[in-house]
């Protein structure tokens, strides 16, 4: 296992740009999350695919962010017209959705919008 | 939705002191409950885990028993060690918005400990 991977690690983005991050889940999982966290607070939820398909979405995901996970692998985060609140740490994780349910982390995203 | 409520940090505590910090959960049936622990600028990494009552969960000396009597998952150490500083977040599935994916976390409890 290669574990759950996040990149870039660090993005520093003037306020309106756009940005995008990837995940590499594990390989072999099928269900893939994005969490949001800031500083202070534990993970907050964002959105969860099974293999491609997105199968929820928080409303904390208003409609300049969006993800993808085109080919049931890897999956995007992008979000538009950044505004200084959407800096955080963008988490990602995977789990087999079997029982028990662990889910794995990777190392995060952090946004910084200026 | 399912909740959890951790102490309130951070804890201070001296090399080799023994450690608790408290984890309540609130949940529909019994979860499986976890540990994860975060250090600073990295992403979260499973401590340790219990997926039914009366299970004790233990990883680098770290302990957890699931207690459904108290509805609480306890995570304690004998003996800390200033590598041991970093975010402690109790967890478990189901979401306090409603949905039954992804993991509801506490809020974290900062550990620091002093050499």
């Known amino acids: 296992d290669t574990g759950v991977s996040q990149n870039p690690r660090h993005k520093i983005t003037k306020r309106g740009q756009n940005v995008t991050f990837r995940c590499d889940p594990i390989?072999?999982?099928?269900?893939l999350y994005w969490y949001r966290q800031t500083l202070g607070q534990g993970p907050e939820f964002l959105t969860y695919?099974?293999?491609?398909?997105?199968?929820?979405k928080s409303r904390l995901l208003s409609d300049r962010f969006s993800a993808e996970r085109p080919k049931g692998s890897f999956s995007t985060l992008e979000i538009q017209r950044t505004e200084q609140g959407d800096s955080a740490m963008y988490l990602c994780?995977?789990?087999?959705?079997?029982?028990?349910?662990?889910?794995?982390f990777g190392e995060g995203s952090w946004l910084t919008v200026v | 939705g399912n909740s959890v409520t951790q102490m309130e940090g951070p804890v201070t505590l001296s090399e080799e002191a023994f450690l608790t910090i408290n984890c309540t959960y609130t949940?529909?049936?019994?979860?499986?409950l976890f540990w994860y622990v975060q250090y600073p600028g990295e992403g979260l990494q499973l401590l340790l885990k219990?997926?039914?009552?009366?299970d004790k969960g233990s990883n680098k000396g770290f302990e957890a028993t699931y207690r459904k009597e108290t509805t609480s998952f306890h995570l304690e150490k004998g003996s800390v060690q200033v590598s041991d500083s970093a975010v402690y977040f109790c967890?478990?599935?189901?979401?306090?918005?409603?949905?039954?994916?992804?993991?509801?976390f506490g809020k974290g409890t900062h550990l620091i400990i002093q050499p």
């Open positions: 695919f099974q293999n491609e398909a997105q199968l929820e």
């Open positions: 949940a529909t049936g019994y979860p499986s």
């Open positions: 967890a478990l599935p189901g979401r306090s918005g409603g949905g039954a994916d992804g993991l509801t």
């Open positions: 994780a995977s789990s087999s959705g079997l029982s028990g349910n662990t889910i794995y």
């Open positions: 219990a997926t039914k009552a009366d």
């Open positions: 390989s072999e999982h099928n269900r």
